[in-house]
T-cell receptor, first 116, second 113 residues
């Protein structure tokens, strides 16, 4: 079972370059999420998609855009990368339905991004 | 709005000793609470969850947590630490009516031989 798959696993960008992080889940989950993890700061929510066709900002959305391409896929785009976006990015999904909030998140293995 | 505080960014215990990782939450509505574990270079895996069915929740790998509403706490315990428990642990909160899951800053557990 693949679960949540993220690509790429590693990426190095120069300041100002753009890239898209890809995420796909095969669990038929309704909700998908993008988090960033930084030392000492835990996981911070960038964007989430409650269901296909909807997206909403999380705690730290500035500098990012997202697309919920279909029920399986949720991509994160950096239009003009900055060193402050150096981080580990995690995609997650959940079968949360109608905002029930009681289903756990399932995580991918992360994308390690360095912006120089 | 919800928030989570994990006391102690680093905890060290001897192998065989009790593990206690602390989590306090804040929520304006009844919360759902989760503990996750992260091994190096991996994503987060669910250890256990509290969704109001029982206040003492048992999870995988011998971990358990007790929901205490009066103390707004959901501390994670394991009676006897094993070397393989060395990892980073995250507490998270959600609630009915929201799609957001808010995480604490994590506690890195070190197990000493």
């Amino acid at each position: 079972n693949a679960g949540v798959t993220q690509t790429p696993k590693f990426q190095v960008l120069k300041t100002g370059q753009s890239m898209t992080l890809q995420c796909a889940q095969d669990m038929n989950h309704n909700s998908m999420y993008w988090y960033r993890q930084d030392p000492g700061m835990g996981l911070r929510l960038i964007y989430y998609s409650a269901s296909e066709g909807t997206t909403d900002k999380g705690e730290v959305p500035n500098g990012y855009n997202v697309s919920r391409l279909n029920k399986r896929e949720f991509s994160l785009r950096l239009e003009s990368a900055a060193p402050s976006q150096t981080s580990v990015y995690f995609c997650a999904s959940s079968e949360v339905f109608a905002g029930s909030g009681n289903s756990p998140l399932h995580f991918g293995n992360g994308t390690r991004l360095t912006v120089t | 709005a919800q928030s989570v505080t994990q006391l102690g960014s680093h905890v060290s215990v001897s192998e065989g000793a009790l593990v206690l990782l602390r989590c306090n939450y804040s929520s304006s509505v009844p919360p759902y609470l989760f503990w996750y574990v992260q091994y190096p270079n991996q994503g987060l895996q669910l250890l256990l969850k509290y969704t109001s069915a029982a206040t003492l929740v048992k999870g995988i790998n011998g971990f358990e947590a007790e929901f205490k509403k009066s103390e707004t706490s959901f501390h994670l315990t394991k009676p006897s630490a094993h070397m393989s428990d060395a990892a980073e642990y995250f507490c998270a909160v959600s609630a009915s009516g929201t799609y957001k899951y808010i995480f604490g800053t994590g506690t890195r557990l070190k197990v000493l031989a």
